[in-house]
């Protein structure tokens, strides 16, 4: 399977602080994205990087992006306990058409 | 409201009664494709289509049969459902595949007992 892996599978850190998840994945990729699910509910799209990029931001959040190493991070700053919920990131895997799913990293935020 | 519908959002059956979880999307996407999510493995891939009358297998294919007849709807059939395909189910759709955003429906969670 091409399946990313993010790590940690869960965290908990308390409101205020910054989280910051990993992903890891195995083939060459066009872009990455980012999704976050709340309890058994749809994902919802957070940010997309290109492979030519090597950092975004959207509000609180940042992604970086490291294709030597095929890895991703998202960072959740000043985080709050509505950013409570599983956080994944899927790649676009270069001459296929799929969208390749990490197994999440659960986020929990005490207030 | 750009959405993207599943019906039904709940549904138990038993082994070997043909079912059909219906997806439907009025972005005008031409990428629909089916994922299956269970604890610890993640969002995988069962079915994707490129566009009207183009599907193709994504990672966990066996069991499923899938139909793009009409741009808005990808529905996801299970001919002779097992125990092993209870799961949560989610249908998405994008633009460019992998290359845009994905918009996700609300689930459907299949009991098969």
């Known amino acids: 399977s091409q399946q990313g892996e993010e790590d940690p599978q869960a965290l908990s850190i308390q409101e205020g602080e910054n989280a910051t998840m990993n992903c890891s994945y195995k083939?060459?990729?066009?872009?990455l994205q980012w999704y976050r699910q709340n309890s058994g509910r749809g994902l919802v799209h957070l940010i997309l990087?290109?492979?030519?990029?090597r950092e975004k931001h959207s509000g609180r959040l940042r992604v970086t992006l490291d294709t030597s190493k095929k890895s991703s991070s998202l960072l959740i700053t000043a985080s709050r306990a509505a950013d409570t919920a599983s956080y994944f990131c899927?790649?676009?895997?270069?001459?296929?058409?799929?969208?390749?799913f990490g197994t999440g990293t659960r986020l929990q935020v005490f207030p | 409201e750009a959405q993207v519908t599943q019906n039904p959002r709940y549904l138990i059956t038993v082994t070997g009664k043909k079912l059909t979880v219906t997806c439907s999307q009025n972005?005008?996407?031409?990428?629909m494709s089916w994922y299956r999510q269970d604890p610890g493995l993640g969002l995988r891939q069962i079915y994707y289509?490129?566009?009207?009358?183009?599907?193709d297998k994504g990672d966990v294919p066996e069991g499923y049969k899938v139909s793009r007849k009409e741009k808005r709807n990808f529905p996801l059939i299970l001919e002779s459902p097992s125990p092993n395909q209870t799961s949560l189910y989610f249908c998405?759709?994008?633009?460019?595949?992998?290359?845009?955003?994905?918009?996700f429906g609300q689930g459907t969670r299949l009991t098969v007992v």
């Open positions: 972005m005008n996407h031409e990428y």
């Open positions: 899927a790649t676009d895997p270069y001459n296929t058409d799929k969208l390749i």
């Open positions: 998405a759709s994008s633009l460019r595949g992998g290359r845009t955003e994905a918009f």
């Open positions: 083939t060459s990729i066009n872009n």
């Open positions: 990087i290109r492979s030519n990029e």
């Open positions: 289509s490129m566009n009207v009358e183009v599907t």
